[in-house]
């Protein structure tokens, strides 16, 4: 089992459509959580932290369920523009000030006229 | 405020060959990341470099190493180029690990 799985999709929705991805990770202890959005052959851009209360940035809404180990993003109103792979990356901390970091393959979103 | 500068910007070698990539972190940013990016593959973790020293690497072979400097600055050397590390490497930078990363633009390595 990968340590940071997501529906690579492709998730093809009309404009004005409401759209969530999951993320699973499978390490309890992890501790930062975030959304990336890549464009094509571009670098990723971070789109938004993932916060255990939920956050919220516009037409974004990040989540996290700790006790399921997955975070979401909902998109909603979706526009022509957010047409990108959606990247999600979990960080785990350790002794020493080593650490782990996993980014997921990434959830591709295509949204249509 | 600049961002993660890299250099080059593409770069095409032959089997066998050495390559050495650049990365300057974002002022203030003391941890590096280094990931490669294959032609419709997600981001594979290479490094990560944190005052200096590699805190983390990847499942790559020891051909893959880099080196952080005192001004935080980075190279990622590949030894030995093989056919497969045709890819896209991206550098980012943290202020710590448990704070969001930012991406340069990346260097785009072709093997021929």
């Known amino acids: 089992r990968k340590e940071v799985e997501q529906d690579p999709g492709p998730f093809n929705v009309p404009e004005g459509a409401t759209v969530a991805f999951n993320c699973t990770y499978s390490n309890s202890a992890s501790q930062s959580f975030f959304w990336y959005r890549q464009d094509c052959r571009k670098e990723p851009k971070l789109l938004m932290s993932?916060?255990?209360s939920g956050n919220e940035d516009g037409r974004f809404t990040a989540q996290l369920n700790r006790a399921s180990q997955y975070i979401s993003l909902l998109i909603r109103d979706s526009k022509l523009s957010d047409s990108a792979t959606y990247l999600c990356v979990v960080i785990t901390t350790g002794s020493g000030n080593t650490g782990k970091l996993i980014f997921g393959q990434g959830t591709t979103l295509q949204v249509k006229p | 405020e600049a961002g993660v500068t890299q250099s080059p910007t593409h770069l095409i070698k032959t089997r066998g060959q050495q390559v050495t990539l650049r990365c300057s972190p974002i002022?203030?940013?003391?941890?590096v990341y280094w990931y490669q990016q294959a032609l419709g593959l997600g981001l594979q973790f290479l490094l990560w470099?944190?005052?200096?020293?590699?805190?983390n690497r990847g499942n790559f072979p020891p051909r893959f190493s880099g080196r952080q400097f005192p001004n935080y600055s980075s190279e990622l050397n590949v030894n030995a180029l093989e056919l497969e590390d045709s890819a896209l490497y991206l550098c980012?930078?943290?202020?710590?690990?448990?704070?969001?990363?930012?991406f340069g633009d990346g260097t785009r390595l072709s093997i021929l």
């Open positions: 993932v916060y255990s």
């Open positions: 470099y944190d005052e200096g020293e590699e805190r």
């Open positions: 002022s203030g940013h003391t941890s």
């Open positions: 980012a930078s943290s202020y710590e690990v448990n704070q969001p990363q930012h």
